[in-house]
């Protein structure tokens, strides 16, 4: 019972370790998620700022234009000098607004929409600068000039709408891949979690299932060694210490059977001096003797009778304890075998007034003669011991998948619900005891059960109505 080489030393650092590996991943995910989506809401944010402030300084652009034509009118039709400077500081926004919005632009046709606009606002100023002043006619000879100007304004305008169009579709196609890519990501993840969790699920419960099936071992009585433990040290100590219970328990069992085994023989000596001084006395070979005599004879002889029945109940069932084989079976005809344990039953039956009815739809069981006799014989004494006055007992068989079925039945007070794991264990007693019997040795259940699981069948309690308590019996087929 080693730890393995996968496995930590403590059952709690690998549930610890197990919950820490089972969080990277999805760690892992949250932070590339949180990080891809920082990245796409700064790229928007930059485009929101961007275009809000490009299309800004488009209109400015389209206001300075219609604000330089009007200052040039003021300065040429009013003949005015003192409008020279704001005709110069028109131009001068102007070119400056040109050139602060060319360090925004990202598209070739921007630009050169936006160098046009320079171009001809720079010759169209040369004309309109200060110095010599245009008469009516010269000046409104240039209104095609700016409403060229204005149009270039304008389609600078509309252009650098068109771009922040583009840029705003860029941006929902990142959008989309971006989604894209955390839903692959998500369906990486699951898988990947998934498949930790069944790892570690299968480290955690293996050594539980290995403790389990060791317990489930210790309590069906099989003390045989337990297959050994794999898991962290402290579930490798438990392993350990149901062994060392197993070994316990073994120990108990040979000594009870050592026991019992010496009790019985040592029984059958003064038995069966007890038995032949009976018989003496019972033939009258020391005296005649008087009605009241012989029946305190027969008193003592059926009183050593029971007696015998119980030694030999104890050294069978330590025999079967100690040797659970069996000879090779052979096929018996069932109603032969039954006959034979009827009419070793028959002074009881008749005493009873018990009446035995048979429905053998399978008519042969393989099994060791001797066991089947033995297993018939108990259960029909048990079946008489519990039956009422004047009652029947059912004893039918019939194929099943593979086996024969016999059930024994009878039509006594039943077995309750919480003694029905327990009346095939040795010495166990029921409840329900009919007044008026010998309190029997409680191993004739106990003795059934063992010669069934030798033979590789089975015994239980099942319920058959109309009958009160029924035992199911299987033989392989």
């Excluded at 760690?27 to 809000?52: C, E, K, M, P």
């Excluded at 299309?55 to 005015?80: C, K």
């Excluded at 048979?358 to 006799?373: G, I, K, M, Y």
Aim: hydrophobic share 45%.
């Amino acid at each position: 019972m080693l730890a393995g080489p996968y496995y930590p030393r403590s059952f709690t650092i690998l549930v610890i370790v197990a919950m820490g590996v089972l969080i990277v991943p999805l760690a892992s995910g949250l932070i590339n998620a949180v990080h891809v989506l920082q990245g796409v809401v700064d790229t928007q944010r930059q485009f929101t700022r961007n275009s809000l402030a490009i299309t800004r300084e488009v209109r400015q652009i389209v206001e300075s234009v219609s604000q330089l034509q009007r200052a040039a009118g003021q300065y040429h039709l009013l003949q005015d000098a003192e409008f020279g400077p704001a005709l110069r500081t028109r131009f001068s926004e102007l070119q400056t607004q040109l050139t602060q919005l060319d360090a925004k632009l990202v598209d070739a046709s921007s630009h050169a929409a936006l160098a046009a606009l320079r171009t001809r606002s720079g010759l169209l100023y040369r004309q309109l600068q200060p110095g010599a002043f245009l008469d009516s006619e010269r000046f409104h000879a240039l209104d095609p000039a700016f409403d060229a100007l204005d149009a270039g304004a304008r389609t600078l305008l509309a252009q650098a709408d068109t771009a922040v169009q583009r840029e705003l579709q860029t941006l929902e196609a990142t959008v989309q891949a971006t989604r894209r890519r955390l839903i692959v990501l998500a369906l990486a993840l699951i898988p990947l979690t998934l498949l930790l969790a069944a790892v570690f699920s299968w480290m955690i419960n293996r050594p539980i299932k290995q403790l389990k099936a060791s317990i489930q071992q210790l309590g069906q009585a099989d003390l045989r060694p337990l297959p050994p433990i794999s898991g962290p040290q402290d579930i490798v100590e438990v392993g350990r210490e149901i062994d060392w219970l197993r070994q316990r328990l073994q120990a108990l069992e040979e000594q009870k059977l050592r026991f019992l085994r010496h009790v019985s023989h040592e029984l059958k000596t003064p038995l069966a001096s007890l038995r032949e001084g009976v018989a003496l006395l019972n033939d009258e070979l020391a005296g005649s003797l008087n009605p009241r005599q012989r029946s305190i004879v027969g008193i003592m002889d059926g009183a050593s009778r029971d007696l015998q029945k119980r030694i030999e109940d104890l050294i069978r069932y330590s025999g079967m304890m100690r040797d659970a084989t069996l000879p090779p079976a052979a096929p018996h005809a069932l109603a032969e075998v039954l006959a034979g344990a009827l009419a070793r039953q028959r002074l009881a039956l008749d005493a009873h007034g018990i009446r035995v009815e048979t429905q053998l739809n399978a008519a042969t069981v393989r099994s060791d003669r001797s066991q089947l006799e033995t297993v018939l014989d108990n259960l029909l004494s048990n079946a008489i011991k519990f039956s009422p006055e004047g009652g029947r007992i059912l004893v039918k068989s019939e194929p099943a998948d593979g086996a024969v079925a016999v059930w024994v039945c009878d039509q006594g007070e039943g077995i309750p619900d919480a003694e029905r794991s327990r009346v095939f264990e040795p010495f166990f007693q029921g409840a329900r005891q009919p007044v008026s019997t010998v309190k029997g040795s409680g191993l004739g259940l106990s003795i059934v059960r063992e010669s069934l699981l030798a033979a590789g069948g089975s015994v239980e309690v099942a319920d058959c109505p109309p009958w009160s308590t029924c035992f199911r019996l299987t033989w392989p087929a």
